[in-house]
């Protein structure tokens, strides 16, 4: 299968997924609305926040966990599946805050959309606090919303229950990897075991291992098959951060929808860095660390940041680590009982992810 072949057989799910988000969503805003122009107005945003644009990844890696050990009820592993996207607007939206960042996906974080709301309606004063306040229920709501359709969907009770569990497992690992990511920019240094264990908690459960656990549970999955996907998932969520670590310095922005660069405005603290900053000469590291979270950096500067990262070997090294970690997840799955289609389409999704240029 070709990367085009992978690219339009994402695409078909991702259709799927977004029909039924947009379905969900309008049921949501008619119940909001039966209590509130304000709830209403709210659950609204969420919608346009949710479906304005994402690779809707973790559904489908939900589906293809079911798919391991099922292939009945096609159209409920979609329905349930969303649950995963919801979860993953709760996080971006309380993530936004946490970043302050004004722009998801080319328009407002739902924080901003949510201050302009306050001064249309109530006036300037405290606005932007209005706008969090709102923007942090709202990422409850979703949360919660993600919840119910898990809790909902018609599998057998007893796998639906291991499901939610599995749901609420991601959550908090990824609160534990913001934790660790946080203080971690406070405090300025890191080492590489910590580096990969925030892309563990943040990335790699919450991507890949976790959603396709979910789904893998609700076809009634045993130890030993979550124990593969876990071999699987773990490595190949780690070297898909670190590839997106590598677009966000080097990648092309047309592609990536995104400044090239705003990694090192943001400060983000990546592999790419750590390993350069351990190699370069003392004056490329105060260089470095004065590009680090300047907003107001140059694309000149952006350019030297490059050049070092080149020069070190860093860049090779971040490449070869997302090679072997691809090769890890596939080696893992290949030898497994699991139903062919699903597990040849995995095979293909993770050589997709070891290659992409977006």
Known sequence: ???????RLLAQY??????RLAFYFDKKIEEASRISNYTREVVANAKEYTLRGGKRLRPIFCIYGYKCLSDTNSEAI???????????????????????????RGKQTFHIVCKAMCERQF????????????????GDLLEAYGEEVLAKSSFKSEYVKKALAKYAEIVKNVGYGQILDITAERKGSFTEDEILMIHKLKTASYTIEGPLHIGALLAGAK????QILSDYGIPLGLAFQIQDDILGLFGSEEKMGKPVGSDIREGKKTLLILHALERCTEDEKEFIAKALGNERVTVEEIDAVRDIVRKTGSLDYSKKLVGEMTDKAVQAIKPSDFRTEAKDSLINIADFIGNREY
């Not at 006036?123 to 709202?138: D, L, Q």
């Open 123 to 138: 006036g300037k004063n405290k606005s932007h606090r209005f706008g969090e306040n709102i923007a942090i229920v709202a």
């Open 78 to 104: 979609i329905e349930a599946a969303i649950s995963l996207e919801l979860m993953q607007s709760s996080l971006l939206v309380h993530d936004d805050i946490m970043d302050e960042d004004e722009l998801r």
């Open 223 to 226: 130890e030993a098959d979550l």
């Open 1 to 7: 299968m070709t990367a085009t072949d992978v690219s």
């Open 14 to 19: 991702q259709k799927q997924i977004n029909e």
